[in-house]
Every structure is written in structure tokens, then in C-alpha cells.
């Protein structure tokens, strides 16, 4: 479905006072930002705050989605089976204990590999695909394979590993023919061009690994990678644009990315209620997805809104960029900053510009 163009919130029903105040509370932390939101298919958001419309923001982890997509779409091509073991396709990630590991567990955030080696040395080695790669094929699982424990890396390297090995090219054209034609994007990059990188807008990191972060995010070197858990750059409006599709049985202007029912399967819970060992707190995954809705265990939350029905699918990246689809309000979400690094408060602020925008739908 092609994006239409901007319209007044009242004439897809929404309140505007609502979104106004989702707007206010963006202004209000004083951070660089995008916010993108769209209802049945129209623009009622696309803001920019201290940057233009087109500058490309790290979306950290909110990156996952596209990984995920990718490999639905082997599935749905014959070339891959979820419930094969990750070492059918990639012989050398069978070491150490991770033979029976599949690649729905991956998805799932239940492989048990939640990093390789430790997290330190996983952001070290980021850039470097093969080392990356080496890493995973020498770590033992933290966690008893099937127990719930986010894996911030080495998810989007094993995914993308099996990717390639499985469709023979490369995850970044893979993604780009395969995700990104399809949405007729062109402000979204796995791995940031050159020529590309006067957009970039730098990340402000806070917290005691606050300097640690800039040093590292803020390289040229790291934009340019090939991270597919954290390494995509690109606008809201294109971030809001692959939650449209999603909404639409998976199609975009230019074509097809996923079938309905491969989308049905991507968003299906896979944990409620579990404490999440990495997060340390209850997370509701799907098969590639986070999701709203009411937490099952009590003080739970979500930045993808306290208020977000259990059928809300997206992504958070660190507190810092999120996007999100709901599919019984009929609304595609994409918010981007540049702030990272204050998790408690980052989280509120997000839920609360989320709780606006929902509030707006009534």
C-alpha cells in the first residue's frame, strides 16, 4: 500500500489535542528527534525536531524487524524451516553446545545465546563481520537452550548468517532487493554509504558507559557496518512505512514483502509472563517482534505504550528509537532521538509519547 499524503488527524479520527500533546512531550526533553504516525494509510505526524527531514538516525535494536522479515521470507520461499536446527545451514555454529539450537529459538529469543563472550566484547567486534562470526561459533549458551534471554547482537549475526548461507547473498542486498524495493524506501541503509554519512545524526549518550557508547556508535566505521541487530540507519518515515506495510498484509508500493499469514506467524506471542534473563523483567516476544498489550505479571511495561492492546507489534532500540504497528487502531508508529543511555526515564518518556498517540484513537 502507498503512503498518502498528510491529512488532518480528524478526518481518520483521531483528536488532535491528543497528538498535539504527544508533540509537546517531544519538544519537551529537548532531544533531536523524528515522530512519524500515520492512520489507514495518511500522514498525520511526520515531525523533525533540531534536524531535517531526511536525517538518519541508529536505530539500534529497533533494527531486528528487518532481520526477522528477511528470514520469514525464506520460509515462505522454501529455502529455510524455522524448526531446523541453526547448524543445518551453518555447520561451525554447532560448537559448544549449540547443536540443537533452532532457528525459531533464535527468533524467539530462547537460543540460550544471549552474547558471545560478553557484551563488551560483542561491541567491540561488531564491525567486523567475521570476527563476529567467530565469536558466536566459540560461545556456549549463557542460558539452558528454550529459557527466554534477549540477545542484543548476536541474534541479527546468526539470523544474518543463516540468511546468507541459505539465499547466497549478502543480508545487506538481500535486504535491500528483498524489504526495502518493495517499500519504494530510499532513506534506509544496512551499513551506512559514504556519501551518505553527512545525514547521520550522532548519538548523546548518558549513563556511566555514556562516553564508552558515543566513541563507539559515533564512528564512521560502525554506521558503515553490517550490524543487522542494530545497524540500520534511516528516518521515521520510512521506519513508519515498513509498520504500514505490515498493517496491509505485508504489501508496499513497489510489492510484496510478506504474506498475511507469514505476518500472523512473525507476531504470534512466544513468551508472557516470563522474566526475560537479560532484560530481567517480563518481555512479550513474538518470532521476531516485541509486543504490547497488558503485562501478565504486575508493574510491567512497555515503551511501546502502557495503554498498547496485546495485538500491537514493533520494535524498542534502547530506549533511544522504536517503531510500532497497531493493527485494531489502524496506526503505524515510528519515533527516533538520539538520546540513549538513562533506560528508566528513557522508557517512561517513549510510553508516554506512545500513550498520547493512542489516547488519540479513543
Given at each position: ?78 529455502l ?5 536446527a ?5 555447520p ?50 549463557q ?31 538481500l ?38 557508547v558515543?566513541?563507539?556508535v559515533n ?38 514483502i ?17 522474566i ?11 518470532q ?20 498498547s ?6 520494535h ?10 497497531d ?36
Open positions: 500500500m502507498e503512503l498518502g499524503g498528510a491529512c488532518e488527524p480528524q478526518d481518520v479520527g483521531l483528536d488532535a489535542a491528543r497528538l498535539g500533546e504527544a508533540i509537546e512531550l517531544v519538544e519537551a526533553r529537548g532531544a533531536i528527534a523524528q515522530l512519524c504516525v500515520l492512520r489507514d494509510g495518511q500522514v498525520v505526524i511526520d515531525r523533525s525536531f533540531g534536524c531535517p527531514p531526511d536525517a538518519l538516525f541508529w536505530l539500534f535494536s529497533a533494527s531486528k524487524p528487518y532481520v526477522a522479515i528477511v528470514i520469514h521470507q525464506l520460509v515462505e520461499s522454501g529455510l524451516h524455522l524448526d531446523d541453526v547448524a543445518a545451514y551453518w561451525e555454529f554447532a560448537d559448544n553446545g549449540k547443536r540443537e539450537i533452532t532457528v525459531r529459538q533464535v527468533l524467539r529469543h530462547r537460543s540460550g545465546v544471549s552474547h558471545a563472550g560478553s557484551y563488551l566484547g560483542e561491541a567491540r567486534a561488531m564491525t567486523d563481520w567475521h570476527r563476529s562470526l567467530q565469536r558466536i561459533e566459540e560461545a556456549r549458551p542460558w539452558p537452550i528454550d529459557t527466554v534471554a534477549y540477545s542484543p547482537l548476536a541474534f541479527g549475526f546468526i539470523l544474518g548468517e543463516v540468511a546468507q548461507r541459505c539465499s547466497r547473498q549478502p543480508i545487506d542486498e535486504l535491500w532487493r528483498s524489504v526495502l524495493e518493495p517499500l519504494a524506501v530510499t532513506d534506509t541503509f544496512l551499513g551506512l554509504p559514504a556519501d551518505e554519512w553527512p545525514r547521520h545524526v550522532p548519538v548523546r549518550a548518558g549513563g556511566p558507559v555514556g562516553p564508552f558515543q566513541s563507539v564512528r564512521y566505521s560502525t554506521r558503515a557496518a553490517v550490524i543487522p541487530s542494530a545497524g540500520i540507519s534511516a528516518t521515521a518515515r520510512d521506519l513508519a512505512a515498513l509498520y504500514q506495510a505490515l498493517l496491509y498484509g505485508g504489501v508496499g508500493p513497489a510489492g510484496r510478506l504474506r498475511p499469514e507469514s505476518i500472523a506467524l512473525a507476531v504470534e506471542p512466544s513468551s508472557d509472563g516470563e526475560d534473563r537479560t532484560a530481567r523483567a517480563p518481555v512479550r516476544w513474538s521476531g517482534f516485541q509486543l504490547g498489550g497488558p503485562r501478565s505479571v504486575p508493574g510491567g511495561t512497555t515503551p511501546l505504550g502502557t495503554t492492546g496485546p495485538r500491537t507489534f514493533g524498542n532500540g534502547s530506549y533511544c528509537c522504536i517503531g510500532w504497528a493493527p485494531d487502531r489502524r496506526i503505524a508508529y515510528a519515533y527516533l532521538t538520539n538520546r540513549v543511555g538513562r533506560p528508566q526515564a528513557d522508557h517512561v518518556h517513549h510510553a508516554a509519547v506512545a500513550d498520547k498517540v493512542i489516547a488519540a484513537a479513543g
